[in-house]
């Protein structure tokens, strides 16, 4: 199998979504800097995310959604019926300046990534995982929806099945409804119980090729071990799936401000690592993540894995001082430990496998 590829774009360097949205931090620069601070990258297994055209989207957006989005990056202004029906500038999805190019540019990487994924390999995109997009308008931050257009790409280029695990801190609902009751791709999605978008309950199967674990408040690395190793690692081989696409959301991390799980980007990694065996074509996308220093060693840490190294080794000056550029205006910020500063690893997070978490686990795996 050839090497890992890492897809990333410039775009994301100074592109915000205002100074008071949780994705005014930088994510997808902060991790690719980091990559390379660290020697990690070689250029050539560097691409450049291209950005999807409105034909690609239509895949599975509606055109005219499509339409709008571009409308609102040209004119910087949204009227009243289109804001209604696309809920474009408002609930969290504002009008900034590269509203269609920057998660067009989310969407052409994904699709590049498959493109390289028709013989197998494993691809990182940290700019895809936009699970939250719906067909004609945008939903948790996600104006358009790569993960979906991903698989219809495997789907389309007859790679099935298709497995998709999503370890973002929210359900991965837009996906999930996607490919409701499509028996050419199984959607497992772990996430925090109780939060938005409040889908994803317990029991809920999506049309039967869904599974849902909403795990509690304090979810640990050891029931995320649990979780993987007696969930979805077995429904990943009962499935033999000819590509699989993980979500790496970094918001059920400890140190994000976004959700009440304690997970240490350690378990994220061991969980990518098991799970990345699964299947011949690995496609590895971000997603949610609102503390720049845990996103950005959280996401250099993924490709580490992916490209067999080892992450939790010594920082390079060159690294460090990567970290100690990245600013974030929030609280927790004032009273930052040093470790953001200084190591890519955190201190791992283990505790008992409560009951809740195993019979979860139970669930899911009945057929």
């Not at 008071?20 to 050539?44: E, N, T, Y």
């Not at 698989?151 to 298709?162: E, H, K, S, T, Y």
């Not at 029991?203 to 640990?220: E, K, Q, T």
Request: proline content about 9%.
């Amino acid at each position: 199998m050839r090497p890992p590829i890492l897809i990333g774009s410039e775009i994301y360097r100074h592109s915000t979504y205002g100074a008071k949205h949780p994705l005014a931090i930088p994510r997808v620069s902060a991790a690719l800097d980091l990559i390379r601070a660290m020697g990690w990258l070689d250029p050539a297994r560097y691409v450049d995310g291209p950005v999807a055209t409105p034909e690609q989207l239509a895949r599975f957006h509606d055109p005219a959604y499509v339409r709008a989005v571009q409308e609102a990056e040209a004119t910087r202004h949204v009227a009243d019926e289109v804001r209604d029906r696309h809920n474009i500038g408002r609930n969290g999805n504002p009008v900034i300046a590269e509203i269609f190019r920057r998660p067009a540019t989310a969407c052409g990487s994904t699709l590049k990534a498959v493109e390289l994924l028709r013989e197998p390999g494993v691809v990182h995109s940290p700019a895809g995982g936009t699970h939250h997009g719906r067909p004609d308008r945008a939903s948790g931050f996600c104006y358009f929806n790569d993960p979906v257009l991903g698989i219809l790409a495997f789907l389309d280029a007859g790679i099935a099945p298709v497995y998709y695990v999503d370890l973002d801190a929210h359900h991965g609902d837009g996906v999930e409804d996607a490919f409701r009751g499509d028996a050419r791709v199984l959607t497992v999605s772990v996430h925090e119980a109780g939060r938005w978008p409040h889908s994803g309950t317990r029991g809920d199967r999506g049309g039967g090729n869904a599974r849902n674990l909403p795990v509690p408040p304090g979810f640990n690395d050891s029931e995320l071990a649990a979780i993987v190793e007696h969930a979805l690692v077995p429904l990943g081989r009962a499935l033999k799936p000819a590509a699989i696409v993980l979500q790496c959301g970094a918001d059920g991390l400890a140190d994000d401000p976004q959700s009440r799980l304690d997970l240490s980007n350690g378990a994220v990694w061991a969980a990518v690592a098991s799970l990345a065996l699964l299947a011949p074509r690995v496609l590895v996308l971000g997603g949610g993540g609102y503390n720049p220093w845990s996103v950005a060693r959280c996401w250099s840490g993924i490709w580490a894995v992916l490209d067999g190294r080892d992450p939790a080794v010594p920082l390079t000056p060159e690294a460090g001082t990567v970290l100690r550029g990245l600013r974030w205006i929030h609280s927790r910020a004032r009273s930052a430990p040093e470790r953001w500063f200084t190591t890519l690893a955190d201190p791992p997070n283990t505790g008992p496998v409560r009951g809740e978490v195993a019979e979860l686990i139970e669930e899911v795996m009945l057929p």
